[in-house]
């Protein structure tokens, strides 16, 4: 079991910037990697950002973003940097345990997440 705590969302305006953290516990010993998804109101969760658990791969679908990690602390963080109305979402935080799974930008290969966090955007 792995739970996992997301903070650092808020409300900031038009090109302005965010830094959420993603907080583990539990049973981190067998993560293989760690994603960002977000939800905007209506629509389906996109994938955002994925980092592999051990090493340094990281796959991120936007250049204004950067994922990072710090095991030691259990934590991972994403970096918003130029933030556009449009990325107004509740940001989640995920793992994948077992294996790497190639299809990361998809939900069902995560095993747990997180509450979410608001971000929101204002123009």
């Known amino acids: 079991q792995v739970t996992l705590e997301e903070s650092g969302g808020g409300s900031v305006q038009t090109g302005g910037s965010l830094r959420l953290s993603c907080k583990l516990s539990g049973r981190t010993n067998s993560l293989y990697g760690l994603a960002w998804f977000r939800q905007a109101s209506g629509k389906e969760r996109e994938f955002v950002a994925a980092?592999?658990?051990?090493?340094t791969l990281t796959y991120n679908e936007d250049p204004r973003f950067a994922i990072s990690k710090d095991i030691a602390a259990k934590a991972a963080y994403l970096q918003m940097n130029n933030l556009k109305p449009e990325d107004t979402a509740i940001y989640y935080c995920a793992v994948q345990e077992g294996q790497w799974h190639w299809n990361y930008r998809e939900v069902d290969v995560y095993s747990f997440w997180g509450q979410g966090t608001q971000v929101t955007v204002s123009s």
């Open positions: 980092i592999r658990w051990i090493g």
